[in-house]
């Protein structure tokens, strides 16, 4: 298998830095310089221009998919089983088998250990149609692995590689029931509640040809796209506007590719009949593409103002990692609601005044941006006293900090002139406390590129 990664920008709608008022700043640099180890590849074949390939992944190698890149998809849904065996690597595509046996449906899928924002998906896909009861998919959404060690992900969020809850929309770049005739686009939001638009059937099910399928994610909406093989041109399908609310809700999510057997006919996918011998979702590669957005934040849930009943506590920061390695101790930060104190909207990050002393850590990462200089910015609070009070900026493990001083009313502070040059970069809030009353509040968290 082989992997090809560089930098993409994500973004923010709503939040901009015409909104923040300049304060002083004290800042600290590491001396180390971070140097680029991949080149970005720019875009030759696609129905819109800009855009750079920053990520691939092809399934030409190997017989299982790269461990460092994907998670098995394995939760069991909709009467359906799922399980990592039904997922294999062979004759040059991704295989999401499908199967029946003791009275069972098995499949499964996959999921990105990395998220990705705006810019342009890609996948070319083989679809099995010749019997009902399978759901076939290619979609972003975030994973919530909560406090469950069965959950996707969960291993993962133990080890400070993504958010405990994450799940704030999901795009869908197609659907397809084995046995319906129309492939189609969907959108959700999933905070403050669960939105979701109107299916989109968009196009004629392609039956088991092999065709190329794309959406372009933008701030101000997502447009898909098809392409059979052997056509030297994509036809637009389908749009969806994000200008208004509910719609307007940015976070990087997970990339998933999933073939799930439904075998009730649940949602009128058809009541399933034991599949043909091979059945198979067969995808042959997934490319991802940006580029740079300028005046648009990076940061996902910027404001801390996302909440979502059916996912995250009501106090975790949805998008954010809670750290729990190096001795840190998630439980004590949370998201407070007081619009009078806040910032900006009615929630912000805090971490809280405790009895004993703590070290917390609050961060978020952004996987393959490009390269380039920014600005990271973010409106803070702080009792004072603590041992260690930091925003942070780390790139490819160099790190640079500013303190976060101690104030009474919200302070802007900032790290310019971050050389990015790195397909690791990590944004944190820091707090190592050493005695009672010391506290932080964070609201306004903003990178953009300069």
């Known amino acids: 298998m082989r992997t090809i990664v560089c930098m993409l920008g994500v973004s ?20 180390t310089k971070t140097t680029a180890t991949n080149a970005r590849v720019a875009a030759t074949d696609l129905p819109v221009t800009g855009y750079t390939l920053c990520y691939q992944q092809t399934f030409d190698t190997g017989t299982t998919p790269s461990a460092s890149e994907w998670i098995y998809r394995t939760t069991d849904r909709l009467g359906g089983y799922n399980s990592a065996s039904q997922v294999t690597v062979g004759n040059g595509s991704l295989n999401i088998n499908y199967n029946y046996s003791g009275g069972n449906y098995y499949g499964g899928g996959v999921i990105s250990t990395h998220t990705f924002g705006y810019g342009f998906y890609e996948v070319r896909c083989s679809l099995y149609s010749a019997t009902p009861g399978l759901h076939q998919s ?37 659907e397809q029931n084995s046995s319906n005739a129309k492939l189609a686009c969907n959108h959700h939001v999933y905070t403050p509640s669960h939105s979701s ?15 190329t399928m794309g959406f372009e994610w933008r701030p101000d909406g997502i447009t898909y796209y098809y392409k059979p093989d052997g056509a030297t041109a994509w036809t637009q399908v389908a749009t969806k506007s994000l200008a208004a609310s509910p719609w307007n809700v940015y976070a990087p999510q997970n990339f998933w590719l999933s073939a799930l057997p439904v075998p009730g006919g649940d949602y ?11 059945a198979a979702m067969k995808v042959g590669h997934f490319n991802y593409y940006a580029k740079p957005l300028p005046g648009n934040n990076l940061i996902g849930n910027a404001g801390f103002e996302f909440t979502s009943a059916s996912t995250a506590t009501d106090g975790y920061p949805i998008g954010w990692i809670e750290s729990r390695t190096y001795g840190n101790t998630p439980d004590r930060s949370y998201v407070t609601t007081n619009a009078t104190n ?13 009895s004993t002393p703590y070290n ?14 920014y600005k990271l910015t973010a409106w803070v609070r702080s009792s004072g006293g603590q041992a260690v009070a930091r925003m942070r900026v780390i790139v490819g493990g160099v790190e640079r ?6 104030t009474s009313s919200w302070q802007q502070i900032a790290i310019d002139n971050i050389d990015v040059q790195s397909d690791d970069v990590v944004v944190a809030f820091t707090s190592n406390t050493d005695g009672p009353n010391q506290w932080i509040a964070v609201d306004r968290v903003i990178m953009v590129a300069k």
């Open 138 to 174: 290619f979609w972003t959404m975030g994973i919530s692995p909560g406090t469950n060690s069965a959950n996707e992900g969960y291993s993962q969020m133990q080890n400070d590689e993504l958010p405990q809850y994450n799940t704030a929309l999901e795009i869908d770049g197609f």
């Open 268 to 278: 009128g996918w058809g009541v399933a009949t034991p599949p043909n011998a091979g």
């Open 197 to 211: 638009s109107i299916s989109q059937s968009v196009w004629p099910n392609p039956g088991s040809s092999w065709f």
């Open 360 to 373: 917390c850590t609050t961060k978020q990462r952004l996987d393959y941006i490009p390269y380039g200089s």
């Open 342 to 354: 806040a910032n900006y909207g009615e929630r912000y990050l805090v971490h809280e005044s405790y």
């Open 401 to 406: 900090y500013v303190n976060i001083p101690a």
């Open 12 to 31: 923010l709608s709503g939040i901009s830095l015409l909104q923040c008022q300049p304060a002083p700043v004290v800042t600290q640099q590491a001396v």
